[in-house]
């Protein structure tokens, strides 16, 4: 027997409840959603978590300099006497706020301008926007944000900028498409018919169904900012020292190998932690929203 | 009969094996930080450029190995005027360059002019003072100085003799009216020469391959190496595994100090220590606040650690001044400064910045990549904390770097690099780094613009009485460290060859190194073994 | 409905109106940035006269724009890109040395991707969750996620130190008389020099694995899907059910159509390939055009960073025309559809 007083019906909840269970029960995207929640707490409490937090900035101590990995020192100490692991949580912090500036920068630019040029699409208004687009495109990202961070000064800010220049027309191009084949949508006819203002349908029809793809796209793209950034750091392009940036770790700890070989390894292998987590989750999303590669 | 067939047939293996070894060419294969920018002497003027044209080109006097002091080398005698302004060379006959021409008086004017023309590189030691260069016969030639110039003679051995024929029959278009690009596009990766060593192939950015010139007029010993092949290799790792599997005979002098560890730990592997002409400088901007105050430079200079800074740099004597130790001109009887908290804290309490340290952080860069000149400035800021100076480390780019000193407002505090003289003689150092005609590049954050030294330093010029120069030399010294402070002198730079002993010798690895750096890689006096 | 030739011609022009646009913003730029790279690159020592008649033989000294119609003259005209600062010679000569070198590398790793790419992704979806496929998957994930440099260093340690079997790294030059286009293995292939072109197939392949191990594991992963989502599809059902033998049905109407994500893929990746080259030829010392790249933006060349961007932009667009071609080649739908 039916139960006729039903309780008042929330899809979204609904929606969001079978999405979850969906998502949980593949171990994999479980265990990329732990790591990056892991990785996050690691990160903002990075000062309380860190043995030895004074390491991150101007410390020297060449008497405890090189030594290999012991309880006192989980990951050893660098050529200053400096605590790798302590470097490692501080490292990935500023991984972690690359990532989220260059994101924060690259995909609101990104999405409003695929906003636009898609629901105007065939107009004037849509081709300026693409071609405009398609001029960012034209060199291979990591090229032009080397070329945009040498213009201007090494360091982390101009690091985020030049990535998140590169970086935003592959968010509007994900938007437009998707705004393209939204827009067919019964919904947003009908709105359209009601008279609503494009502005309107944008956002509020449109945009909320879009959301899905972007965020999985943004957390997958978080792992290959993370390489990039540290690619950058690895020339000497990104993080000045003596803040610690994960990349340079890497690149300064090279010449050590192979005597020293905790020095480059661990943060390596750290960051390939970092992205493995970010791609499970953006793959447990991708799973979840079933989108198709993109 | 059997035997008798199998001695022969183990001779005649013998043999040939000897033949083999002994006519088969030796190769000596070294490593350098970056490959020359450029083959041609007339433009360039860094270690790997002149490493490479000691033994392509010859000059007309050669330092000495003990004391850089000139000796004979193309020119076999010369005179001076009464008025130090007419210098009369006569050349050595038969020297031949490496297409068979011989070397003549034509040629070194050439030389002369050609560098003056073009200006760049070394050329500033003889662009306002040689006046005029006259051929009077093929072996005799003179040069007619516009004022005195103390130290001409020694400036010479960066003048090469290039081969004006050939260069002639190679010119391009250029900026220099009828001369064309002046040859620079042919003498980049061609050699125009007549030293121990041809260049055989130049790889921009990749390597360098000499070999060797069996008619060099000096001779050349059949030990010494037939080919040298420099390979540019930056990375600590990749030397490390090349001269543990043999790949390199010599790595360079400017290793890090780990690395050299690593490989001075390898079987068989030796080290050559050789000074050099070069200090590592605290430059201190002398025109920002707070550094301007000449109570807070000397306080930093107190605050120094010099022991812990010359254990980054092991095996480095102490340099009090801004004139190595071993250079012509240097005042032996400079005080310096010494480690001592508690002067640094008396003349920090005298300087107006005293009781607000907290707003004067200075800033301290460095170059990227350069050496350990991180670990001395992580030292630095560990010492400057102690009396309460805070430091912002400034790691930099190259280009960067010297970006930030084409301006007062823009040049940090205090930068931390070495610098070398170019020439045998304290003046060369001192000029580069004083003078107010040199401001704005990487080689002087001090702005020091002061007219005292400008004048000692002119005087000193054009001084040529040895004596007298060295007077002025002293006072100079004196001036700065005494008076003004303008730069902390740590160490004097050691480079440190790491090599295969079992593979050749040298006078480096011998004890007697050559006392001017670039000198020790002239490949003629390598022994191969 | 377009044709094929139009087709491509149009990708072309638009191609090449983007790459003026985009030389001509970076041009602009480096010029207006402080810094004087003639003066930087002379030293200290030399003479303002100097420095100024530098600056005025290398153009710098006008305007803008005047500098930029000059420029696009010489390359248009002469193909001289104008005279770097940093190697001192014309540009145009660097780029003659340095590009077909990465260019070769590039390739090498392209086709490595492509091969086990796709062969790896096959054998996982067909033998679908067995511990091949399981083996497979672990091992493309970490590929993805491992940093190239990560894989550089391992390899070098590895096969070039501790097991003799690679090079440390370099690469040989050929005799003058075979060099041709100036890739070394190459060159060396076509003149039958098959001593020379072993030696330069040794000393590309760390290099190349290392770069293209991650975006070998993408495709794996990227097939694998696809090849699996077709597996599921009617015609595939079909064709089973009438009796069209294994082999057929894999080789002739499941490749076809799984290939289409793959090659989309793969366009990223040659973007990708491109730009991580750099830090691989630099812990390989592979003289290639990347690690002049970043020679010449760190050097702040001018002739040379808008020389570098534009041939990047270049070889990036015709590997994207060349891929939109394999994609339309493959997929019946897209050659009938009009563009976008």
């Not at chain 1, 409003?112 to 300026?128: P, S, V």
């Not at chain 2, 210098?87 to 050609?114: C, P, Y």
């Not at chain 2, 430079?297 to 254990?311: Q, S």
Request: aromatic share 12%; proline share 5%.
């Amino acid at each position: 027997m039916s139960d006729k007083k039903t309780k008042r019906s929330r899809p979204r909840w609904e929606k969001f409840k079978r999405q979850w269970s969906k998502f949980a029960s593949n171990r994999l995207s479980l265990l990329g959603l732990i790591v990056v929640i892991l990785l996050i707490v690691l990160a903002v409490f990075a000062k309380q978590i860190a043995p030895y937090p004074e390491h991150a900035g101007l410390y020297l101590d060449f008497q405890s300099a090189n030594q290999g990995p012991s309880w006192k020192h989980l990951a050893g100490t660098d050529e200053y006497g400096r605590d790798i692991f302590s470097r490692m949580l501080f490292g990935l912090r500023v991984s972690l706020e690359i990532g989220l500036l260059v994101l924060a920068i690259g995909v609101p630019i990104g999405v409003l301008l695929g906003l636009i040029a898609g629901y105007h699409r065939n107009t004037k208004i849509d081709t300026a926007i693409m071609r405009f687009t398609d001029l960012f495109m034209a060199v291979p990202p990591l090229v032009l944000a080397l070329v945009v961070v040498a213009m201007a000064t090494p360091g982390f800010f101009f690091a985020a900028i030049g990535i998140a220049i590169a970086w935003w027309p592959w968010y509007t191009r994900l938007t437009y498409s998707l705004v393209t084949s939204l827009s067919n949508e019964m919904y947003v006819k009908y709105a359209e018919l009601s008279g609503a203002s494009s502005r309107h349908i944008i956002l509020r029809e449109i945009l909320p169904n879009a959301v899905s793809p972007i965020f999985t796209k943004m957390s997958l793209d978080m792992g290959m900012i993370i390489i990039i950034a540290s690619s950058m750091s690895f020339v000497g392009l990104g993080v000045q020292p003596p803040a610690p940036s994960l990349g340079s770790m890497v690149s300064n700890g090279i010449k050590f190998l192979p005597e020293f070989w905790w020095i480059p390894v661990f943060p390596a292998l750290f960051v390939v932690l970092i992205v493995l987590g970010f791609n499970l989750l953006g793959d447990g999303l991708r799973d979840v929203f079933a989108i198709e590669e993109l | 009969m059997k035997r008798l067939a199998k001695t022969m047939a183990f001779s005649l293996v013998l043999l040939m094996a000897f033949g083999a070894v002994v006519t088969a060419a030796t190769t000596l294969r070294t490593t350098i930080t970056a490959t020359p920018e450029s083959l041609d002497p007339a433009v360039t003027s860094g270690e790997n450029d002149w490493k490479v044209a000691v033994n392509l080109y010859d000059y007309l006097v050669y330092p000495a190995f003990a004391d850089a002091s000139p000796e004979a080398s193309v020119a076999e005698s010369w005179e001076v005027s009464a008025d130090s302004l007419t210098w009369t060379f006569h050349l050595n006959q038969g020297i031949t360059f490496h297409d068979g021409t011989e070397l003549t008086a034509e040629d070194v004017k050439f030389s002369m002019d050609r560098m003056i023309a073009i200006g760049e590189g070394y050329a500033y030691f003889f662009s306002n003072r040689v006046a005029e260069t006259t051929v009077v016969d093929d072996y005799t030639v003179v040069f007619q100085l516009s004022e005195p110039f103390g130290p001409f003679l020694v400036t010479l051995y960066r003048l090469a003799i290039v081969n004006k024929d050939l260069v002639m029959a190679n010119l391009a278009d250029g900026m220099y009216g009828e001369y064309g690009d002046y040859g620079k596009g042919f003498l980049l990766t061609n050699d125009a020469g007549s030293g121990p060593y041809s260049a055989e192939e130049f790889r921009i950015r990749n390597y360098v391959k000499l070999a060797k010139y069996n008619d060099y007029w000096q001779g050349v010993s059949a030990v010494a190496p037939d080919v040298v092949i420099a390979n540019e290799v930056l990375d600590a790792a990749t030397t490390k595994m090349m001269m543990g599997s043999g790949e390199i005979d010599l790595a360079h002098g400017r290793q890090e100090l780990t690395t050299l560890n690593a490989l001075t730990a390898m079987n068989d592997v030796d080290v050559a220590f050789f000074p050099e002409m070069s200090l590592n400088f605290f430059m201190i901007n002398t025109k920002k606040a707070p550094t301007d105050d000449i109570h807070f430079r000397r306080a930093m200079a107190y605050a120094t650690d010099y022991a812990a800074m010359m254990a980054i740099y092991p095996d480095s004597p102490r340099a009090l001044g801004p004139v190595p130790s071993h250079v012509f001109g240097y005042a032996a009887d400079l005080a310096g400064y010494e480690y001592n908290l508690e002067l640094a804290k008396q003349e920090l309490a005298l300087s107006p910045y005293a009781g607000q340290l907290k707003q004067y952080p200075i800033d301290v860069s460095y170059i990227q990549g350069n050496g350990d000149t991180a670990k001395l400035c992580l030292q630095f800021a560990a010492n400057m904390a102690q009396i309460g100076i805070q430091v912002n480390l400034v790691e930099a780019p190259w280009v960067l770097f010297c970006n930030q000193e084409e301006s007062i407002e823009t040049s940090p505090h205090v930068t931390n690099l070495f610098a070398n003289a170019s020439y045998p003689e304290a003046g060369a150092i001192l000029e580069l780094k004083y003078a107010s005609w040199t401001v704005g590049g990487w080689n002087q954050n001090e702005w020091l613009e002061s007219d005292t030294f400008d004048a000692l330093i002119s005087e000193a010029l054009v001084t040529v009485d040895s004596e007298a120069r060295a007077g002025l030399y002293a006072e100079m010294q004196h001036y700065l460290v005494d008076d003004l402070c303008p730069s902390i002198y740590t160490f004097v730079s050691v480079l440190k060859a790491a090599y295969r002993g079992d593979v050749f010798t040298w006078p480096a690895g011998n004890g007697s190194p050559h006392a001017i750096a670039e000198f020790n890689f002239n490949y003629r006096f390598f022994e191969m073994l | 409905m377009q044709s094929m030739p139009v087709f491509i011609l149009k990708r072309l022009l638009y191609g090449v109106l983007v790459l003026l646009v985009l030389s001509f913003v970076i041009f602009s730029f480096i010029r207006l940035i402080p810094g004087d790279p003639v003066r930087m690159s002379l030293g200290p020592t030399v003479a303002d006269e100097v420095v100024e008649r530098m600056r005025s033989d290398l153009y710098f000294d006008r305007p803008v724009v005047v500098q930029y119609a000059h420029w696009l003259k010489g390359v248009l005209l002469h193909g001289d890109f104008g005279q770097s600062l940093y190697t001192k010679r014309a540009v145009s000569e660097d780029i003659a040395e340095f590009l077909p070198r990465t260019l070769e590398l590039a390739l090498l790793s392209a086709i490595l991707i492509l091969v086990f790419g796709i062969l790896l992704g096959t054998i996982s979806a067909l033998f679908r969750n067995s511990w091949l496929d399981n083996t497979v998957r672990l091992l493309s994930y970490l590929g993805v996620v491992t940093p190239p440099y990560a894989f550089a260093i391992l390899f070098l340690l590895v096969f070039a130190f501790y097991w003799k079997v690679f090079p440390l790294g370099g690469m040989p030059t050929l005799p003058p008389e075979i060099q041709t286009t100036g890739m070394v293995a190459f060159d060396a292939l076509i003149h039958g020099r098959f001593d020379l072109f072993g030696d330069a197939l040794a000393h590309l392949f760390l290099p190349a694995v290392s770069l293209s191990l991650g975006s070998i594991a993408y495709q794996a992963r990227i097939h694998r899907s696809s090849m699996i989502d077709n597996i599921g599809k009617d015609y595939i059902a079909f064709a089973n059910v009438v009796g069209v033998k294994r082999r057929t049905v894999i080789a002739k109407h499941l490749m076809k159509p799984s290939f289409i994500p793959s090659l989309t893929i793969f366009g990223l990746q040659v973007a990708s390939l491109l730009g991580n080259a750099f830090l691989i030829e630099v812990m390989f010392r592979y003289p290639g055009f990347s690690r002049y790249s970043l020679s010449v933006i760190m050097a702040k060349d001018p002739y040379g960073i808008v020389a570098v961007t534009l041939i990047f932009g270049v070889v990036f667009a015709i590997a994207n025309i060349l891929i939109d071609l394999g994609i339309a080649g493959l997929d019946p739908r897209v050659r009938l559809r009009t563009t976008e």
